[in-house]
């Protein structure tokens, strides 16, 4: 048994390192199988605890760091076989990066089962845990349980007590139930601006504490509190609404990387944010503040690897009416550990710095940039030395980063004054750029000093020499990007000579002679500032170099005779041309480029989408942003099954489509024709599939708040009790299983409808069945009743007009 133990030990372990392997060293996906992970993860969970599954254990969450589900299991591993230490330190590993309300629930089990008999001591553990848990996500929407515990610890001690000492150190005698009625009133009205499902109730025990102190004092506080706790009430059901359909147990995956569900699950946090940075239920500033925080730090468990998540949060926070640019600059450190090899996040946070006037702070943000490459470089020369080895070590950033880390740094100290700083730099850049082993050279840090020394300093004789130094590199005199910036200076100053003789010097290497960028440039600029026959002779060359082209001749025209945007010819025959050469502007969506470059289309039909469906959200325009150019002729081909799944991810049927459509006539928001993360209701309702939000039993608008008592039968033997309030809160509302082609069909065929056949939206009789009281959806689109008064409750849960039994 033990061996058999330990071959499926090893199977899943290797899954593991596999998958990892498939990471490589810069941290881009070579590939990802996102199923493949959840399986792996789903096996690991399965295997008891042992030294070779902690290892497992440990190698995923270094991979995923943030992943909730797998903190949670490992500590429960460690937990069953009382391995204390290790649970106490993998807690403080994950706690803070990771707001979730159930790893924090049994964070506060873990505290109360080692303090069960501690005494004093124990006690003051589990308050000081109760309010570490309550200053973390005592916003969240699932506090309220944690603030009734909370309140009710407070008021165990008895006065008199070495515990009641502990827990009230300020209390003078006598007056020991005064100074615990100042913290319990704290906590309450802390607790009830909070909107959860338990906010009446403590709104009610609120009022009895006051009212059992003082009346008098009571009313007058109360009459002050009872507008914060209405308000707070009166969001409650929006607020549920909107958080209910997120989830933290997604894997973080990188951008693009965790399928349809990360895409829409990126759109409903989006959403979640920008309703509670509205801030519907006017806010102190100080409670704004966490709310909104606890909402983006949430958020960044299941995102912490796009970097746009990390902005926005750090722009909320120095320009959005958030908590300062301090904490704008905390937001971007944490930004900068958890996604070092982003140079985005680094700069942002050395211009928040700059521009609070912090300057040279924010000199220590590119200056730790730098040296990190420094320093990678230096080890990957040691390594080629010693080992004679093609390999090197691990880089924090890709090439291109590492000179955009030197540009910017060159570009900081030119405008806050050091000039010769700037050109020092310059100095330690070069050196880093002859150290680096790339095939390619950085060389847009000589670009970059040429041109600061020539557009900041007016120092047109230090630039060209600089430009000069680039070309004595061997591999920047291949690169044709820096041969064309260089061409480009010298018109710009006038030295037109220097400027035709540079494409002579480089075109005698070979790399160069091929290349079509640079022969374009010499035509084009004999074109502008040579004269007819130099022009003829060079497309002459161009052509003997290159061979013949594909339409060359059209090519060159173009580049004659077109001029900042300007064509010589027709917009019909513009089109032609894009569409002929794969010429389009690059400002436009690559379909919205195809319908242009097309031949003109059939009368009633417009070239171009609506402007609205370029800016559509949701997994289809996550796909097409992945499609490649329609003419390109090289870039990623993404999978047929990403296609089929992003259709797949609609509903498209009849019923939907023209409830959609009903909605736009009448000027309401249509129905979101998006399944969304819910799974198919048939998988869910067979066992066969799990709720993927982080709540295990939501509660599903229930019939008694949203749609009164009494909708259909009175009862159902499979927990739908009919329409009223006693509408099972374990059966969801999966509409979209029932917004297919078989609204209800299976489910409520079970005879308490009565048996229904076909598709239920078919004509005025709506389907057969459903004797027993008025059809809730009856008619479609000619019925007597019609959809008229619907309402809609949560994404998904559309139930037709209000019927009485």
């Known amino acids: 048994m033990s061996s058999r133990k330990n071959v499926r030990e090893d199977i899943v372990l290797d899954k593991v390192r596999e998958l990892r392997a498939l990471i490589d060293v810069d941290g881009d996906s070579v590939e990802c199988n996102v199923d493949a992970w959840y399986e792996v993860l789903q096996d690991l969970c399965n295997l008891p605890i042992s030294d070779a599954v902690r290892q497992g254990y440990e190698?995923?969450?270094t991979t995923f760091p943030t992943a909730v589900a797998m903190w949670q299991r490992y500590i429960s591993m460690e937990i069953a076989v009382k391995n204390t230490d290790a649970v106490k330190q993998i807690f403080g590993r994950s706690l803070l990066s990771c707001p979730s309300m159930e790893l924090w629930t049994q964070y506060l089990k873990f505290v109360k089962s080692l303090n069960e008999n501690g005494g004093v001591n124990g006690l003051v553990e589990v308050k000081g845990a109760l309010e570490f848990t309550l200053e973390v996500l005592g916003q969240d929407i699932t506090a309220g349980r944690v603030w009734q515990e909370y309140i009710a610890f407070l008021q165990t001690p008895k006065p008199g007590t070495d515990a009641f000492t502990a827990?009230?150190?300020?209390?003078?005698p006598g007056q020991e139930e005064s100074a615990r009625a100042v913290v319990l009133r704290r906590a309450y009205q802390r607790a009830i601006v909070v909107p959860t499902p338990f906010i009446d109730v403590l709104y009610r025990q609120y009022d009895a504490f006051e009212n059992a102190n003082n009346k008098i004092l009571a009313k007058k506080v109360l009459e002050e509190w009872r507008p914060k706790y209405q308000a707070a009430r009166q969001i409650l059901r929006e607020r549920k609404r909107k958080v209910e359909l997120l989830t933290l147990m997604v894997l973080?995956?990188?951008?693009?990387?965790?399928?349809?569900?990360?895409?829409?699950q990126l759109s409903l946090w989006q959403e979640y944010i920008k309703y509670e940075k509205a801030n519907p239920q006017r806010l102190e500033p100080i409670t704004y503040i966490s709310r909104v925080s606890l909402a983006y730090d949430q958020m960044l468990i299941v995102f912490a690897q796009y970097p746009e998540v990390w902005l926005e949060y750090a722009h909320w926070h120095s320009d959005g009416g958030g908590g300062?640019?301090?904490l704008a600059v905390a937001v971007l450190a944490r930004a900068t550990r958890a996604l070092p090899g982003c140079a985005l996040l680094h700069f942002a946070m050395a211009d928040i710095e700059e521009v609070q006037g912090r300057v040279e702070e924010a000199k220590q943000v590119y200056e730790g940039l730098v040296q990190l490459i420094e320093t990678e470089v230096e080890a990957s020369s040691t390594k080629l030395e010693t080992d004679s080895a093609t390999q090197t070590v691990h880089e924090t950033l890709p090439l291109d980063q590492g000179a955009l880390a030197w540009v910017q740094y060159m570009r900081f100290l030119r405008r806050t004054g050091d000039a010769l700083g700037s050109r020092q730099l310059f100095l330690r850049a070069r050196k880093w750029c002859l150290a680096s082993h790339h095939s390619r050279a950085p060389w847009q840090i000589f670009a970059a000093a040429a041109l600061l020394e020539w557009q900041v300093g007016h120092e047109s004789e230090v630039a060209a020499k600089i430009f000069e130094k680039g070309l004595d590199e061997p591999r920047i005199v291949k690169e044709p990007e820096y041969i064309l910036q260089y061409q480009r200076f010298l018109c710009d100053i006038g030295d037109t000579d220097n400027a035709r003789a540079l494409f002579d010097r480089v075109f005698s290497e070979t790399e160069n002679l091929k290349s079509s960028l640079l022969?374009?440039?010499?035509?084009?600029?004999?074109?502008?500032?040579?004269?007819?026959?130099a022009a003829h002779q060079v497309e002459q060359r161009a052509r003997q170099a290159l061979g013949e082209m594909a339409a060359d001749t059209v090519q060159l025209a173009l580049l004659k005779y077109q001029f900042q945007g300007s064509w010589p010819c027709s917009p019909l025959q513009r089109r032609h041309l894009e569409k002929t050469l794969n010429l389009a502007p690059s400002s436009l969506p690559s379909a919205v480029l195809f319908a242009q470059a097309a031949e003109p289309l059939l009368l009633g039909y417009s070239l171009d989408p609506p402007e609205d469906l370029r800016k559509s959200e949701g997994p289809l325009a996550t796909l097409l942003e992945e499609l490649p150019a329609p003419q390109a002729l090289e870039g990623a081909v993404v999978p047929p099954e990403t296609v089929?799944?992003?259709?797949?991810?609609?509903?498209?049927?009849?019923?939907?489509?023209?409830?959609?459509?009903?909605?736009?006539?009448?000027?309401?928001?249509?129905?979101?024709?998006?399944?969304g993360i819910l799974k198919r209701r048939e998988e869910y309702l067979n066992g066969e599939g799990s709720y993927p939000v982080e709540a295990a039993e939501p509660n599903w608008y229930r019939g008694e708040e949203d749609y009164g008592a009494g909708y259909g039968v009175a009862q159902g033997p499979s927990g739908y009790n009919g329409y009223g309030d006693q509408y099972s809160s374990r059966q969801y509302a999966y509409e979209q299983g029932y917004s297919s082609h078989d609204y209800y069909a299976d489910r409520y065929g079970d005879g308490q409808y009565g048996e229904v056949t076909g598709a239920y939206w078919e004509g005025a009789e709506a389907a057969a069945g459903y004797q027993e009281g008025p059809a809730i959806y009856q008619g479609y689109p000619d019925g007597a009743e019609g959809l008229g008064d619907r309402k809609r409750y949560g994404a998904w849960a559309y139930r037709g007009p209000r019927k009485e039994r």
């Not at 022969?519 to 026959?533: P, T």
């Open 167 to 172: 827990f009230f150190p300020d209390a003078q």
């Open 519 to 533: 022969w374009q440039r010499f035509v084009q600029f004999e074109y502008e500032l040579g004269n007819i026959a």
């Open 324 to 326: 300062g640019p301090a």
């Open 59 to 61: 190698d995923v969450l």
């Open 644 to 675: 089929i799944d992003a259709l797949l991810a609609y509903d498209l049927s009849a019923p939907s489509v023209s409830r959609a459509c009903f909605d736009l006539e009448a000027g309401r928001h249509p129905l979101d024709l998006r399944l």
């Open 252 to 264: 973080p995956m990188e951008p693009g990387r965790g399928g349809l569900l990360q895409s829409n």
